[in-house]
């Protein structure tokens, strides 16, 4: 695994916010590139992303808690085949936090590969 921590915000050695980027490869060498975004505003969000030939092919969302085991409240992940949704998960309805989480992961990861791709 190789990764690029650029951004990585951390306090007494946990890291509480900042992005991520990360490569992946097995021994065929299929190499999957998985960008991590994480803020703490008022709660914990994780987004992860992941790619395959600069396609998104994965994609997550979870807010977790701010207690010490960082619990898991609501997740929602996307599977993708050539920028189309081809599996999702059941859609839930964090109604204390439906501003933050009724966004189009698709596009909001090639958002992310677009800009890491620019730098």
């Given amino acids: 695994m190789k990764s690029i921590a650029e951004g990585v915000i951390k306090r007494d050695n946990k890291v509480v916010g900042g992005y991520g980027i990360y490569s992946l490869s097995n021994l065929k060498n299929d190499t999957v590139f998985r960008i991590e975004y994480h803020d703490n505003f008022g709660i914990n969000t994780y987004k992860t992303y992941y ?15 701010t207690d010490e085991q960082e619990t ?33 992961m698709l596009d909001d990861g090639k958002k992310l590969l677009a800009d890491f791709q620019k730098k």
């Fill in 72 to 104: 898991t409240f609501f997740r929602k992940e996307e599977f993708y085949n050539d920028d189309k949704v081809i599996l999702k998960s059941p859609e839930q309805n964090p109604k204390r936090y439906i501003d933050i989480s009724s966004f189009s």
């Fill in 51 to 65: 790619y395959q030939n600069n396609k998104i092919v994965y994609a997550t969302l979870e807010f977790k808690n």
